[in-house]
């Protein structure tokens, strides 16, 4: 089964920094999404494989940035000025084809 691998979590204290990394099985649109305890997944961003568009949700505007290196077909998530808020678990998701494609998704805890 084809899967994106996604890498960087881990524990930082609010305010920190970490820098979450994805590395997708083909090459293609590819979005960050987490899903905190208890809650829906939801979206954080998103990054188009041709143009390098990229979209955020309200919520980490201006803390979080998505970029990516194409020689190595690799995207990442820079997320600064961390708030208990954004602990969860961060999924990639790759879409091909019209399908999605999904990691099995890398833990990050902010403590207060």
């Known amino acids: 089964q084809v899967q994106n691998v996604e890498s960087g979590g881990g524990l930082v204290q609010a305010g920190g920094s970490l820098r979450l990394s994805c590395e997708p099985f083909?090459?293609?649109?590819v979005g960050w999404f987490r899903q905190a305890p208890g809650q829906e997944r939801e979206f954080v961003a998103q990054?188009?494989?041709?143009?390098?568009?990229?979209s955020y949700a309200d919520s980490v505007k201006g803390r979080f940035t998505i970029s990516r290196e194409n020689a190595q077909n690799t995207v990442y998530l820079q997320m600064n000025s961390l708030e208990p808020e954004d602990t969860a678990v961060y999924y990639c998701?790759?879409?091909?084809?019209?399908?999605?494609?999904w990691g099995k998704g890398t833990l990050v805890s902010v403590s207060s």
């Open positions: 998701s790759l879409v091909v084809a019209s399908m999605t494609y």
């Open positions: 083909d090459r293609g649109f």
């Open positions: 990054i188009s494989s041709d143009s390098g568009a990229t």
